[in-house]
């Protein structure tokens, strides 16, 4: 079944607009309810991200791809998966929906709807954290793709939350999401002058996971002894 391309960008404006509304939500009420223990807090956003993730894509994947995220449809725009006048409306829908979804968050909690993020999210090692995370994001996805399409709810689920806790910058790895994070100063936000160089690692993360990816996993001549 195809979907007109508006039903495709409705579908990815709201899935962004959960995945954001779950990351700053839940990043919300768990530093709220978990004492101070910030580990504990990351615990509690880590699996609510987790979570939602793997409904949102279940439902639309076959509506819109459920990309919710400028990296992805811009390696399925590398890889040819996404006609090129339709990657900058995705881009823009996700954008959008990201933000609206930070803002829905913070007036479930009663605080004010935009915010100017004082969290410091800065340095290599950060950056370096955001393209390891895009990258193995990029490269979950496209493996699905290649050998198990039905996979991909739950692969994508389960990286996000296992890259919560083995990168540096607690996985990103979204350029709609960093952005909305930084009108949030909660729990899970970044300030807007760290912003670009997140972005950037993403972009990159993605472009090379499709270029190695794209190597990898094309089938190649076999060889056989005689």
């Keep these: 079944m195809t979907f007109d391309f508006t039903r495709r960008l409705c579908a990815e ?19 709220t309810l978990a004492g101070g223990n910030v580990a504990l807090a990351l615990l509690c956003n880590t699996i609510a991200t ?28 590398l890889r040819g998966s996404l006609p090129r006048g339709e ?26 709807a935009i915010q100017i993020s004082q969290h410091t999210r800065t340095g290599f090692g950060q950056w370096l954290g ?20 039905a996979a991909i ?13 083995f990168t540096s910058s607690t996985s990103f790895a979204n350029p709609a999401v960093t952005i909305a994070r930084a009108i949030s100063d909660t729990f899970s936000g970044i300030a807007p002058a760290h912003v670009p160089a997140f972005l950037l690692a993403q972009f990159v993360g993605a472009a090379a996971a ?9 089938p190649g001549s076999e060889s056989h002894d005689s």
Excluded: K
């Design 50 to 77: 987790g979570a939602v993730l793997f409904v949102i894509i279940t439902i639309f994947i076959d509506v819109s791809g459920a990309h919710f995220n400028p990296a992805v449809s811009f390696a399925m725009l």
């Design 210 to 218: 499709v270029l190695l990816f794209g190597w990898l996993l094309r």
């Design 130 to 149: 955001e393209f390891i995370a895009t990258f193995g994001l990029v490269a979950t996805i496209l493996g699905c793709v290649r050998f198990n399409v």
């Design 87 to 112: 990657v900058l409306p995705y881009m823009a829908v996700q954008i959008v929906g990201g933000c609206l979804g930070a803002i829905a968050a913070h007036l479930m909690f009663g605080l004010d």
């Design 13 to 31: 404006a709201l899935g962004t607009f959960f995945l954001v509304m779950a990351v700053v939500g839940s990043g919300i009420m768990a530093e």
């Design 153 to 165: 709810p739950a692969a994508v689920g389960l990286y996000i939350t296992s890259a919560y806790w």
